[in-house]
């Protein structure tokens, strides 16, 4: 089992955009050929919540802040994920962790180090 490996975070002023990419390198084991690989955020002081995820089967969920603003997408044959944000505000600033589930066995997490986003007005 290997690392997720995140970036796409930076600075941008409101109303820009930011593509999130977050790659999982070293999960190819049969354990992780059915995943679901996702994208969650979590404010300073606040709680980590889901932001949106996508399964290998191309079942996306997103967080209702995140309709109509973010799309994920993913290339399962490189096992990556992106997040493309849009219409960004100051509020979305914070860090983005980057999950991978097993729907194998869904005891099987791992988690990205978080990219930080920053909005400003």
């Known amino acids: 089992q290997g690392r997720l490996v995140e970036s796409g975070g930076g600075l941008v002023a409101a109303g820009g955009s930011l593509r999130l990419s977050c790659s999982a390198p070293?999960?190819?084991?049969?354990?992780?050929?059915?995943?679901?690989m996702g994208w969650y955020f979590q404010a300073p002081g606040k709680q980590r919540d889901l932001v949106a995820e996508?399964?290998?089967?191309?079942?996306?969920t997103y967080a209702d802040s995140a309709k109509g603003r973010f799309t994920i997408s993913r290339e399962n044959g490189k096992n990556t994920v992106y997040l493309q944000m849009n219409s960004l505000k100051p509020e979305d600033t914070g860090v983005y962790y980057c999950?991978?589930?097993?729907?194998?066995?869904?005891?099987?997490?791992?988690w990205g180090q978080g990219t930080q986003v920053t909005v400003s007005s």
């Open positions: 999950k991978i589930t097993s729907l194998i066995r869904e005891s099987y997490v791992t």
């Open positions: 996508i399964s290998t089967g191309g079942r996306r």
């Open positions: 070293g999960f190819s084991t049969s354990l992780w050929r059915s995943n679901v």
